[in-house]
């Protein structure tokens, strides 16, 4: 059973396109976040949310949304897709201050 | 402000001989360190974690990692390096005072190939 799922795996799509990556944890962690992996594979914080309520929000193009129906899904919606946009999306999520996170696999977003 | 420093962008070394993948850290208040592994393709897996304790700490695969509060350091060491280990590598860390939300602050990582 896994822990911290992500859908789709891989996501092509055109440049202007609307897009939405799913993120859902079992694990019963109250946090979740989403991370972006650009090619030279540095990890950015985009998102962060406790509980549905949202913690963080590092400086990300408001074409970037992200929703959090309830502790157990944070999703990525992402308006008029652009090239720099392309990257491998991780969705995470964290039990408490003295645990780390735990990853799902990515989602390769490539926009064309 | 927390940060990670990941000093090497790259290491290599031989199958069979020990390596070490340097962190150092900045945190206001006592850290949190971690690390991490990225297969290619895959998603960040846990290695392994120091909150308190024992300054040598020990993880998955035969890592383990040794805290240094004076030099702030939380360098990741194995004896006898395996091919299989070959993957990219991050530290990270958290103040431990919960200020930050529970938000991890990741190096740029570390790339590891270990040759036959």
């Known amino acids: 059973d896994t822990a911290v799922s992500q859908t789709p795996k891989y996501l092509v799509t055109q440049m202007g396109n609307d897009k939405s990556i799913k993120c859902e944890q079992n694990?019963?962690?109250?946090?979740m976040y989403w991370y972006k992996q650009d090619s030279k594979k540095f990890l950015k914080i985009m998102f962060s949310?406790?509980?549905?309520?949202?913690?963080i929000n590092e400086t990300v193009p408001n074409r970037f949304s992200p929703k959090s129906p309830d502790k157990a899904h944070l999703n990525l919606h992402i308006n008029s897709l652009e090239l720099g946009d392309s990257a491998v999306y991780f969705c995470?999520?964290?039990?408490?201050?003295?645990?780390?996170?735990?990853f799902g696999s990515g989602t390769r977003l490539t926009v064309v | 402000a927390q940060s990670v420093a990941q000093p090497e962008d790259q290491v290599n070394v031989a199958e069979g001989n020990p390596l070490t993948v340097k962190c150092t850290y900045s945190?206001?208040?006592?850290?949190?360190l971690f690390w991490y592994v990225q297969y290619p393709n895959r998603g960040l897996q846990f290695l392994l974690k120091?909150?308190?304790?024992?300054?040598l700490v020990k993880g998955s695969y035969g890592f383990e990692a040794e805290f240094n509060k004076s030099q702030t350091s939380f360098h990741l060491k194995k004896p006898s390096a395996l091919v299989s280990d070959s993957a990219l590598y991050f530290c990270?860390?958290?103040?431990?005072?919960?200020?930050?939300?529970?938000?991890?602050?990741f190096g740029r990582g570390t790339q590891l190939t270990v040759w036959p």
């Open positions: 995470a999520s964290s039990g408490g201050q003295g645990n780390g996170y735990t």
């Open positions: 694990l019963g962690h109250d946090t």
């Open positions: 945190v206001s208040g006592n850290p949190y």
């Open positions: 949310y406790n509980n549905k309520e949202l913690i």
């Open positions: 120091y909150i308190t304790g024992d300054n």
């Open positions: 990270a860390v958290r103040d431990g005072r919960g200020s930050t939300l529970g938000r991890l602050y």
